[in-house]
């Protein structure tokens, strides 16, 4: 069963409300005078794919790193978990590293994954029952940066979270401390998070990997346009517009807009929305931190900073966050 917010929902009502919410976002963020999109609406079932295929490229190594972190690790990361804990992973997308953190965990009571991408959600749990027959996979659609409510029967269960991918660097600094902050209420008390947190390095290396040689990530990008049109009866010409991928040092994070090669207009929802020549439509920002940088974030938002794991090359970490006592007050006032 798929559930929102701890209710049982039929797939219709599940569409509905995403769909409307696109709807808002969309007319928001383009009306705005430096257009942008929310990159969470990346992951419709076609951005999902997408992904999937980005995860493969040779230029995108974050994937291959994370995994090469979490098999080598997997049983050091795992020897604390409570029996009969709950594994709560926020944007679990094909859950595919989450199968290594598996075989080391099978006394789950539960495992959750969080995704707004329901396709996702369901491939995921379809594969994990046929090869974890055990376990007992409860997915969430929603979005993970609104608090999430778990299932009643889990509320007071031990729980070890996931948030792999360094899905956390499409926030910016302050996002990341709210939504730690909520993550840990979430996983309360004395919850523990294994969190991917991609590692500044060369800028070179980094916009090959947002923008690779075969396309794929321009695809994923434009694939915004394609679902305004199929989604919200949008006009855009594809053709009219192109994908790019800078990294902004000062910042730390890479950038990706969608520019439009043209003067032009393209509607949404029957609005109309103009575009100059270069014109861009932002549409993600993926931060890219130092391992003290990302640990003082993680501090300010209630976490006791643990592990960390690296490759060999230093392009990736993954950190073990852990939740002290409960200090809102101090947390708050920061
Ligand atoms: N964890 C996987 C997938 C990372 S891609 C990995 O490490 O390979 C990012 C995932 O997060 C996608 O599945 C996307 O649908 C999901 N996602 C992005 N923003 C989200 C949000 N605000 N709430 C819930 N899920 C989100
Ligand atoms: C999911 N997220 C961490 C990816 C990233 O690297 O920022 C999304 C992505 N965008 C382009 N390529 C991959």
Redesign the pocket.
Known sequence: MIITNNKALRLPDVMTGEASDFEAAVIKGLSRPRKSLP??F??DAR??EL?EDI?KLPEYYP?RT?IAILEAHAAEMTKTVFERAVLV?????????TEILLKNLRDLASYVP????QS?LCDAKRRLVERFPALIVRPIV????RPVTLPEDLIEAPKLGF?????IG?FSPAATGRLLGTMRDMLSPEGRLII?VDLKKDARALVRAYDDAEGVTAAFNLNLLARINRELEGSFDLDGFRHEAIYDPREGRIEMHIVSLKRQTASARGRGFRFEPGETIHTENSYKYSIGQFQNIARAAGWAPGRVWLDDGNLFSVHELIAGQLNTSSRHDV
Do not use: H, L, Q
């Not at 929603?142 to 940066?145: L, P, R, T, V």
């Not at 948030?163 to 899905?167: A, D, K, V």
């Open positions: 990159c969470r990346f992951y951005g999902s992904f995860t994937t994370e992973e926020f944007g679990s997308g094909s859950s595919r590293k969080i995704d707004v991408s996702a929603g979005d993970f940066a948030f792999p991918g360094s899905t499409n991917g």
